[in-house]
Protein backbone atom coordinates (compact mmCIF):
# COMPACT_ATOMS: atom_id res chain seq x y z
CA UNK A 1 0.00 0.00 0.00
CA UNK A 2 1.18 3.37 -0.64
CA UNK A 3 1.11 6.49 1.54
CA UNK A 4 -0.34 8.93 -0.93
CA UNK A 5 -3.85 7.66 -1.71
CA UNK A 6 -6.66 6.36 0.56
CA UNK A 7 -7.87 2.61 -0.11
CA UNK A 8 -11.30 0.89 -0.60
CA UNK A 9 -11.51 -2.36 1.34
CA UNK A 10 -14.66 -4.33 2.11
CA UNK A 11 -15.62 -4.77 5.53
CA UNK A 12 -14.56 -8.48 5.30
CA UNK A 13 -11.19 -7.89 3.85
CA UNK A 14 -10.87 -5.23 6.39
CA UNK A 15 -11.16 -7.43 9.33
CA UNK A 16 -8.56 -9.96 7.69
CA UNK A 17 -6.26 -7.86 7.07
CA UNK A 18 -6.79 -6.13 10.89
CA UNK A 19 -6.70 -9.86 12.21
CA UNK A 20 -3.58 -10.67 10.07
CA UNK A 21 -1.44 -7.77 11.79
CA UNK A 22 -3.16 -8.86 15.55
CA UNK A 23 -1.40 -12.23 14.65
CA UNK A 24 1.79 -10.78 14.13
CA UNK A 25 2.23 -11.96 10.67
CA UNK A 26 3.49 -8.79 9.10
CA UNK A 27 7.12 -6.99 10.02
CA UNK A 28 6.81 -3.93 12.35
CA UNK A 29 7.21 -1.89 9.66
CA UNK A 30 4.21 -3.12 7.95
CA UNK A 31 1.79 -3.21 10.78
CA UNK A 32 2.13 0.34 11.37
CA UNK A 33 2.02 1.15 7.85
CA UNK A 34 -0.73 -0.97 7.50
CA UNK A 35 -2.42 0.54 10.64
CA UNK A 36 -2.45 3.98 9.06
CA UNK A 37 -3.81 2.71 5.84
CA UNK A 38 -6.55 0.69 7.47
CA UNK A 39 -7.47 4.25 9.70
CA UNK A 40 -7.74 6.21 6.52
CA UNK A 41 -9.72 3.02 4.52
CA UNK A 42 -13.11 3.58 3.35
CA UNK A 43 -14.88 0.39 3.81
CA UNK A 44 -17.62 -0.57 1.25
CA UNK A 45 -19.98 -3.57 1.35
CA UNK A 46 -18.97 -6.09 -1.66
CA UNK A 47 -21.65 -5.38 -4.16
CA UNK A 48 -20.59 -1.66 -3.88
CA UNK A 49 -16.73 -1.86 -4.14
CA UNK A 50 -15.88 -0.58 -7.65
CA UNK A 51 -14.73 -2.73 -10.08
CA UNK A 52 -11.26 -1.11 -10.68
CA UNK A 53 -10.32 -1.90 -7.08
CA UNK A 54 -7.92 -4.41 -6.27
CA UNK A 55 -9.57 -7.29 -3.49
CA UNK A 56 -10.21 -11.29 -3.66
CA UNK A 57 -11.62 -12.71 -6.18
CA UNK A 58 -10.27 -10.13 -8.51
CA UNK A 59 -7.50 -10.79 -11.71
CA UNK A 60 -5.30 -8.29 -11.49
CA UNK A 61 -2.33 -7.67 -14.24
CA UNK A 62 0.23 -5.46 -13.30
CA UNK A 63 3.75 -3.95 -13.92
CA UNK A 64 6.59 -5.06 -11.19
CA UNK A 65 9.18 -2.51 -11.46
CA UNK A 66 11.64 -4.65 -10.16
CA UNK A 67 11.81 -6.83 -12.79
CA UNK A 68 10.00 -4.83 -15.47
CA UNK A 69 7.60 -7.56 -16.12
CA UNK A 70 3.93 -7.64 -16.27
CA UNK A 71 2.14 -10.23 -14.51
CA UNK A 72 -1.38 -11.52 -13.96
CA UNK A 73 -2.85 -13.48 -10.98
CA UNK A 74 -5.94 -13.76 -9.05
CA UNK A 75 -6.11 -12.74 -5.72
CA UNK A 76 -7.86 -14.95 -3.19
CA UNK A 77 -8.69 -15.71 0.15
CA UNK A 78 -5.52 -17.72 2.00
CA UNK A 79 -6.77 -20.91 2.49
CA UNK A 80 -7.44 -20.70 -1.55
CA UNK A 81 -3.64 -20.38 -2.63
CA UNK A 82 -2.67 -22.33 -5.79
CA UNK A 83 0.40 -20.92 -6.93
CA UNK A 84 0.68 -22.86 -10.19
CA UNK A 85 -3.04 -21.75 -11.19
CA UNK A 86 -1.65 -17.90 -10.33
CA UNK A 87 -4.12 -18.00 -7.66
CA UNK A 88 -2.03 -15.39 -4.85
CA UNK A 89 -3.60 -14.80 -1.12
CA UNK A 90 -4.42 -11.21 -0.73
CA UNK A 91 -2.21 -11.85 2.04
CA UNK A 92 0.49 -12.11 0.55
CA UNK A 93 3.16 -9.32 0.29
CA UNK A 94 1.99 -8.61 -3.48
CA UNK A 95 -1.63 -8.92 -2.03
CA UNK A 96 -1.23 -6.87 0.63
CA UNK A 97 0.42 -4.29 -0.78
CA UNK A 98 -2.23 -3.53 -3.88
CA UNK A 99 -5.34 -4.84 -2.18
CA UNK A 100 -7.80 -1.48 -1.95
CA UNK A 101 -5.66 0.44 -4.91
CA UNK A 102 -7.28 0.80 -8.30
CA UNK A 103 -6.12 0.64 -11.90
CA UNK A 104 -3.83 3.55 -12.35
CA UNK A 105 -2.01 3.47 -9.00
CA UNK A 106 1.40 3.37 -8.64
CA UNK A 107 2.04 1.31 -5.06
CA UNK A 108 4.91 1.09 -3.38
CA UNK A 109 5.85 -1.64 0.11
CA UNK A 110 8.56 -2.30 2.41
CA UNK A 111 8.03 -6.32 2.16
CA UNK A 112 9.76 -9.23 3.76
CA UNK A 113 11.88 -10.14 0.57
CA UNK A 114 12.74 -6.30 -0.49
CA UNK A 115 10.63 -3.32 -1.21
CA UNK A 116 7.92 -3.61 -4.03
CA UNK A 117 7.11 -1.33 -6.98
CA UNK A 118 3.97 -2.27 -8.67
CA UNK A 119 1.86 -0.55 -11.26
CA UNK A 120 -1.87 -1.61 -11.25
CA UNK A 121 -2.64 -1.88 -15.20
CA UNK A 122 -5.97 -3.92 -15.31
CA UNK A 123 -8.61 -5.57 -12.38
CA UNK A 124 -11.27 -7.77 -13.90
CA UNK A 125 -13.32 -9.58 -11.68
CA UNK A 126 -13.33 -13.45 -11.31
CA UNK A 127 -16.62 -15.39 -11.94
Known amino acids: MSQLQNIILTTGIYDLIKDHVRRKKVTIQEEK ?34 TNEEKTVVFVGPEKTKVSKNKISILSDEGIAMVGYKVGNLVEWPAKKGDLKFEILKVEEVA
Not at 48 to 56: A, H, K, N, R, T
Open 33 to 66: LLLDELKKATQVLRRDLPEDIVSVNRRVTYKDHA
